[in-house]
Each structure stands twice: as structure tokens, then as C-alpha cells.
T-cell receptor
Framework: DARVTQTPRHKVTEMGQEVTMRCQPILGHNTVFWYRQTMMQGLELLAYFRNRAPLDDSGMPKDRFSAEMPDATLATLKIQPSEPRDSAVYFCASYSPTYEQYFGPGTRLTVT | QKEVEQDPGPLSVPEGAIVSLNCTYSNSAFQYFMWYRQYSRKGPELLMY????GNKEDGRFTAQVDKSSKYISLFIRDSQPSDSATYLC????????????FGKGTKLTVNP
């Protein structure tokens, strides 16, 4: 049963600390998305990659967020330094040739 | 005006009721319309997908698109407690479901 995996599932950190979230897309899916979900804003696209190349990161605060795909099996999202307003659930999704985005279980981030 | 507007609810109905969930959108370039279902503390999963005006039926679920009014709906017949979830509309200008714009989601509770 192929699925997107994300680690960690939960993260509590103090303001100013670096946070790294990891995603393993479904094997064979060449497009990967990072989203952030909050009650106020809903689900927002932060960035996405195709064949490991960044296509669009316009939704991401550039001064503190960075997204990379070091290889086809790993996507990372880093926040440095983290702030309380970054508290949210971060989802990774991979895109299948059948036009469906498959979402991971999310990383619930709390910044105190 | 946001690109996609969705009433967040919450919506509470008795088991067996017909449920109507709706979104409006502003960009006439949107051509692909999806509904995602998100259970509590899980990632969204695709429920239905359509790219034309009219109705599409899948079991107890019917997706309806009216491009002239920029209005999409999801109907659930004979609603069940297992349908309790947040339903998000998602719209794309591009082929398939790449680069989606999501509504904020409507939280539905079906009471037994």
C-alpha cells in the first residue's frame, strides 16, 4: 500500500530554533508539494517540485523557510529561525499520473 | 476577494440526511474541480474529480459544477456517521490536479 510518509508527526520547539520536516513521496511520483494548514488560512501551498527542481515557492516566506529535494525519495522543509506564527500542520503531497495528489499524515508543529 | 470561498460551517445533520456543500470561485480560468475529504488529524484524500459543467455521481456522492455561476457543490445522500469529516473543494487551472487552490473546508458532523 503505497503512501506518503512524513517525519516527525509532532514537533514542539522554542522560538528561534531550527525545524526540519521530512517527506518521502510515493515511489514514481515526480511532483511533490508542501502545504501549511491553519484554522485561519486553511490549506496554503508553500512550494512544489517537479523532478526534484523547484517550480514555485512563492507561497513560502523566503527569509526563514527553505525547501529542497536532495533526491527523488526525500523532500525537506526547513524553518530557521522558527516563530510562534509558524505553528500549523505541514503536509507533503505527491502527484500521481492519474491526476491525484496523495497527502501525507502531516507534521503538527508548535512553536512556543 | 479570495479565489475560492467555502463556508466553514460547522454543519451538523442527522444520519440519513442529504448534505449540500458548496464553493464559489472567482477565476473563470479554473477548469478542474475536486472535492477532498479530511478526517480529524489526517491528510486530505481525494473524493471526487471533474473537469466539466454538470453532475458526476459516485455512490452516495454527487459533484456538481456550474461554470456560468462559478459555483460547485457536493451532495451526500443518506449521510452516515462515517461521513463526519472536513470537506475541502479544490480547483485548478492546469491539467489534472497539479497546483490546486483549496477552499478552507466545511466541517461536517453526521449524528447517529
Amino acid at each position: 500500500d503505497a503512501r506518503v510518509t512524513q517525519t516527525p508527526r509532532h514537533k514542539v520547539t522554542e522560538m528561534g530554533q531550527e525545524v526540519t520536516m521530512r517527506c518521502q513521496p510515493i515511489l514514481g511520483h515526480n511532483t511533490v508539494f508542501w502545504y501549511r494548514q491553519t484554522m485561519m488560512q486553511g490549506l496554503e501551498l508553500l512550494a512544489y517540485f517537479r523532478n526534484r527542481a523547484p517550480l514555485d515557492d512563492s507561497g513560502m516566506p523566503k527569509d526563514r523557510f527553505s525547501a529542497e529535494m536532495p533526491d527523488a525519495t526525500l523532500a525537506t522543509l526547513k524553518i530557521q529561525p522558527s516563530e510562534p506564527r509558524d505553528s500549523a500542520v505541514y503536509f507533503c503531497a505527491s502527484y500521481s499520473p492519474t491526476y491525484e495528489q496523495y497527502f501525507g499524515p502531516g507534521t503538527r508543529l508548535t512553536v512556543t | 476577494q479570495k479565489e475560492v470561498e467555502q463556508d466553514p460551517g460547522p454543519l451538523s445533520v442527522p444520519e440519513g440526511a442529504i448534505v449540500s456543500l458548496n464553493c464559489t470561485y472567482s477565476n473563470s480560468a479554473f477548469q478542474y474541480f475536486m472535492w477532498y475529504r479530511q478526517y480529524s488529524r489526517k491528510g486530505p484524500e481525494l473524493l471526487m474529480y471533474t473537469y466539466s459543467s454538470g453532475n458526476k455521481e459516485d455512490g452516495r456522492f454527487t459533484a456538481q459544477v456550474d461554470k456560468s455561476s462559478k459555483y460547485i457543490s457536493l451532495f451526500i445522500r443518506d449521510s452516515q456517521p462515517s461521513d463526519s469529516a472536513t470537506y475541502l473543494c479544490a480547483i485548478s487551472t492546469q491539467g489534472g490536479s497539479e497546483k490546486l487552490v483549496f477552499g478552507k473546508g466545511t466541517k461536517l458532523t453526521v449524528n447517529p
